[in-house]
């Protein structure tokens, strides 16, 4: 797990300053503290720098990276990791191959001058972004894993394209750009973003299961955007051959196992995540099964008992004989640390959860740790959320009479209250962009989509006149591929959408790689692996939701091995309490509302409009807004400070300047 960088100028004669690509490896220290590493061959016009964080082969001069093959044709960075390599390593020695570490990373280096980027990419498995450079080609690469695990961005320049893991290390570079776009803005305050877009303008992420390739031709540099993979739900009348449910919970069981199995490699101790869901709780359980030694298990605790899942995942701990750590929070020191969370999410955040993984992550670090397996993907998978539920029973049960869908729909607003407006929308929200693509406009992004009031009043005068024809529902649909949609069952177009949008640019982002990172910390999710969900797929609808019950297969799968309290409750979505739940979180809010969106700040940035926010914010003490207003208000308000700290951070601040100061801070000198 590292931090990778580079650039390619469409004149390869135009020279690559080593301390720029120096530069941009040091303002992503914290992905990479163990050491560093650049290369740009003379007259290639191609540089690439990386900061290593060491997990796989620690030594430390055999692992340093870019990788550049022995006749100096190929060069490589990489960020993330590639599991069951020692089998793709030994094969590819036995077909003459010489290695020059014990690094997974080394793979596509051999394997890509052998198979082609095509068959490269099909074989590897894992959480990964790298690139690689054919000088003779003068072609490029830029690939992301298949589920959007590890982030890679990129833009172009006047003079090439820029790339790296986190977008301040392209604003490192002094011909990137920084400037929040309109649209950009908007989707920021709304929560849900459009796939392979960031808040700042001509910034993009490589969407995931794709690959850029940048070549360069008659001194001009041509890009081309390729999928490899996506997440592939059988035809609906597929799901009409169902099998016995034994044989699905033995399937869902073995290809678990065997992704956690594969995540437990390392040459660094290994820890697990664990609240008090299915998901950590199944991953906890597995590992201590496979290990010889105990697990140490980290739990964030909060001091609000609707929101606490500490006794169960206490009670988990206890089963495996785990080494549980736990991490109490108060609900308004999260705020304390919301500045710092924003300088590494790079984007807005509608809760504190994110500040406490930060939080938990930094722990773990603290605790000598550097990789923990978790929980994410499960929900994406077996159909967890309670939105899933919502389009099961209004979209994927055409046979069930009325009253029992009312029943249904009864059971499950009875057990979300507390995410009403949040996991649940407030009111129905129906694009007709989407609805024509998809058929329906799923839940799960009717809460933020049905902010759009909201977001377009509180933006300034010009950055409302420039959306006055922007329709975000046209701009998202554009980005779901039709052929996965189409003949699909309700609940596989509802997980699809998910996937695409909230997944990779929530869950996977400052609920993920973002803040784990932040504390040199890899997390790695068995739930995502590909060979597992290619299985989880084509588990019929009524599996993953029968009746009440969500993720059933997953559940059966792991029932001898979670407390019992945990196998009979029904999901509960986990977020930190809103700020409208404590006077002191309030309080705490308001504080930083004061510091960074104070009238002059606001005006300075000219984001936001001022009076509009002010009446946000007096409107919250009116006892009469209902407590599901409040939650979707607290999520705007956080948002608000979010962009605002973005242009603190990344337009107010010289990021070259800082980068510089960063790298000469720590000695890493070209």
């Known amino acids: 797990m590292c931090g990778i960088a580079g650039v390619i100028h469409s004149d390869k004669s135009r020279t690559i300053k080593p301390q ?162 309109s649209e950009g803005l908007y989707h920021q305050l709304i929560q849900v973003m459009v796939p ?86 199944s991953i906890l359980g597995l590992s201590a099964a496979v290990r010889q030694d105990p697990v140490k298990a980290f739990t964030i605790g909060f001091d609000d008992a609707d929101y606490d899942e500490t006794p169960i995942a206490t009670e988990m701990a206890e089963m495996t004989e785990a080494e549980q750590i736990i991490l109490p929070l108060s609900a308004e020191h999260l705020y304390d640390h919301f500045e710092r969370t924003i300088w590494h999410t790079e984007r807005t955040i509608y809760n504190t959860l994110g500040v406490a993984k930060l939080l938990m992550s930094q722990k773990v670090r603290e605790q000598g740790y550097k990789v923990v397996l978790t929980g994410e993907g499960s929900d994406e998978l077996f159909a967890g959320y309670p939105a899933f539920r919502k389009d099961m029973f209004l979209y994927g049960l055409a046979d069930l009479p009325d009253n029992l869908k009312s029943e249904l729909h009864d059971t499950l607003a009875e057990s979300n209250v507390l995410f009403k407006g949040a996991m649940l929308p407030r009111e129905e929200f129906h694009s007709e962009a989407i609805d024509q693509k998809v058929g329906f406009t799923p839940t799960c992004i009717q809460s933020w989509m049905g902010c759009d009031n909201f977001a377009r009043n509180l933006m300034s005068k010009e950055h409302q006149f420039n959306i006055k024809d922007y329709d975000p529902g046209t701009a998202m649909a554009e980005q779901f591929d039709e052929s996965q949609l189409e003949g699909r069952h309700p609940l596989d177009k509802a997980q699809y959408v998910w996937i695409k949008t909230m997944l990779e640019g929530q869950i996977l982002t400052w609920g993920g790689d973002r803040v784990d990172m932040a504390n040199s910390m890899e997390a790695r999710p068995p739930f995502l692996d590909h060979h597992l969900a290619a299985y989880a797929v084509n588990i019929p609808p009524q599996m993953r939701i029968k009746g009440p019950v969500e993720k059933y297969v997953l559940k059966e799968a792991m029932k001898g091995l979670l407390p019992e309290t945990l196998y009979k409750r029904q999901k509960f979505a986990f977020m930190a309490p809103p700020a409208h739940t404590d006077k002191k979180k309030w309080g705490a809010l308001m504080e930083l509302m004061e510091e960074f969106a104070n009238e002059e700040k606001i005006n300075e940035a000219g984001l936001i409009d001022y009076a509009a926010l002010r009446n946000m914010i007096d409107s919250h003490d009116d006892p009469k807004v209902p407590r599901d207003h409040k939650v979707q208000m607290d999520a705007i308000l956080n948002h608000v400070l979010g962009v605002q700290l973005l242009h603190h951070h990344f337009v107010k601040q010289d990021i070259p300047k800082k980068a510089e100061a960063k790298a000469y801070e720590l000695g890493w000198i070209a």
């Open 20 to 181: 720029t690509l120096v530069n941009m490896a040091a303002i992503q220290y914290h992905r990479g503290p163990d050491n560093f590493g650049y290369h740009n061959p003379e007259g290639a016009g191609v540089g690439m720098s990386h900061a290593r964080l060491t997990i796989i082969d620690l030594d430390e001069e055999r692992g340093r990276q870019p990788h550049v093959s022995d006749n100096g044709r190929y060069m490589m960075v990489h960020n993330g990791e590639f599991y069951d390599f020692q089998r793709i390593r030994a094969s590819m020695t036995a077909q003459g191959a010489r290695f020059h570490s014990k690094s997974d990373s080394e793979l596509v280096l051999q394997m890509y001058p052998h198979y082609g980027i095509e068959k490269t990419v099909e074989q590897l498995r894992g959480e990964f972004a790298f690139s690689i450079y054919d000088r003779e080609e003068e072609t490029m690469y830029l690939v992301r894993d298949r589920f959007g695990i590890k982030p890679l961005y990129w833009t172009e320049t006047e003079h090439g394209v820029v790339f790296g893991s986190e977008l301040k290390v392209l604003f490192a570079h002094p011909d990137v750009k920084r400037e929040i776009d």
């Open 196 to 281: 392979g877009s960031t808040a700042f303008k001509g910034v993009n992420q490589v969407p995931p299961g794709h690959w850029i390739k940048i070549q360069r031709k008659d001194g001009k540099l041509h890009i081309e955007q390729h999928k490899y993979w996506d997440i592939n739900f059988p035809q609906a009348e597929e799901h009409l051959k169902v099998k016995e449910e034994e044989e699905y919970i033995e399937g869902v069981r073995e290809q678990l196992l065997e992704a956690v199995h594969l995540r437990l490699n390392a040459d660094v101790p290994v820890g697990a995540y664990l609240s008090g869901g299915i998901d950590s709780c």
